[in-house]
């Protein structure tokens, strides 16, 4: 069996799905047409917390225009119960450790590498998750010609995630 997965991008400025933002504090308005079930497609590999982190800040200082991340998501509390259920999205998915006391008081911090076979790319992802569990922020790093996607990706998971 063979999918084809098409990546679409349209104007939906009335009706925005999700606001991304770059750290060029440019804004991207865009809706993907992409399977529910696009974690499938996302091939985690296995890494630990410190190889995360350094190749999170390496790519960071490499693609600061391709770093994206969502608005504030209201987490469906039909979905997220426990903060490892942020494993469904892959059970390779880490919990990251906060350097900073306040910072590991107030939030959970996810993150996971993967890639697309059938794209060939490989993205960063990271999540931020308020420790009741009500609010998170999803952020990618990815190559700069695959920035449609890696914004398609997050908005995706979002959708998948939000309270509606």
């Known amino acids: 069996m063979v999918f084809q997965v098409y990546l679409s991008q ?21 809706l993907a047409l992409l399977p529910l079930f696009i974690h499938r497609f996302l091939e985690f590999k296995k890494i630990d917390s410190s190889a995360f982190r350094s190749k999170w800040n390496q790519w960071k200082r490499l693609y600061p225009d391709s770093t994206f991340k969502t608005e504030d998501i209201a987490l469906n ?4 119960v426990h903060p490892h259920d942020f494993r469904k999205i892959s059970d390779k998915l880490i919990e ?3 350097k900073n006391g306040w910072k590991k008081a107030k939030y959970i911090k996810f993150g996971g590498i993967f890639n697309i076979e059938f794209l060939g790319a490989e993205y960063i992802l990271r999540i931020f998750v308020d ?7 999803i952020q990618i790093i990815c190559y700069p010609s695959k ?7 997050i908005n995706q998971l ?4 939000q309270d509606i």
């Open 10 to 30: 349209f104007d939906i400025s009335p009706n925005k799905l999700f606001t991304i933002s770059s750290k060029s504090n440019e804004v991207r308005e865009q």
């Open 77 to 80: 509390p039909n979905i997220i």
């Open 96 to 98: 990251i450790p906060f």
């Open 131 to 137: 420790r009741g569990l009500t609010n998170a922020v």
């Open 147 to 153: 920035e449609a996607i890696g914004i398609s990706i």
């Open 158 to 161: 979002a959708f998948l995630l």
